[in-house]
């Protein structure tokens, strides 16, 4: 019977990974909580993401509606993706791409269901 000696620390007892999917999902969580008024008809944002090591470089699609600031959305897009992919995760986010794939006019659905003439 071999007798333990000593307790081996915490950080040295192994590793935590974490995928590519669930990092993509806090982005997209983050983005979705950026966005001051998202479109009541647009879809939710979309991300993608590549981990290596410690950090993740994230590339968000995601809809706005129109008019708005786009440039300040995007810049509040990119700090709460960084903001809480290092909060949740723990991973550095040395990039964050915003795409904006559309833009929704103001009244558009309330026109299109026929409300507005």
């Known amino acids: 019977m071999t007798a333990v000696t000593g307790r ?3 950080a040295e007892r192994g590793e935590t990974r974490i995928a590519d999917r669930v990092v993509a ?8 909580e950026a966005v001051d008024e998202p479109p009541a008809d647009g879809a939710s944002p979309r ?5 290596h090591r410690d950090a993740a470089r994230v590339r968000v699609s995601l809809e706005l509606g129109y008019p708005c600031d786009i440039g300040h959305q995007c810049g509040a897009v990119r700090r709460r993706v960084a903001q809480r992919v290092k909060a949740l995760a723990g991973m550095d986010v040395p990039e964050v791409a915003v795409q904006v794939e559309r833009l929704h006019p103001a009244g558009a659905s309330a026109a299109a269901q026929g409300r507005i003439r």
């Open 47 to 51: 991300a993608t993401v590549t981990v």
């Open 25 to 32: 999902k806090i982005a997209a969580q983050a983005a979705k």
């Open 8 to 10: 081996v620390a915490a």
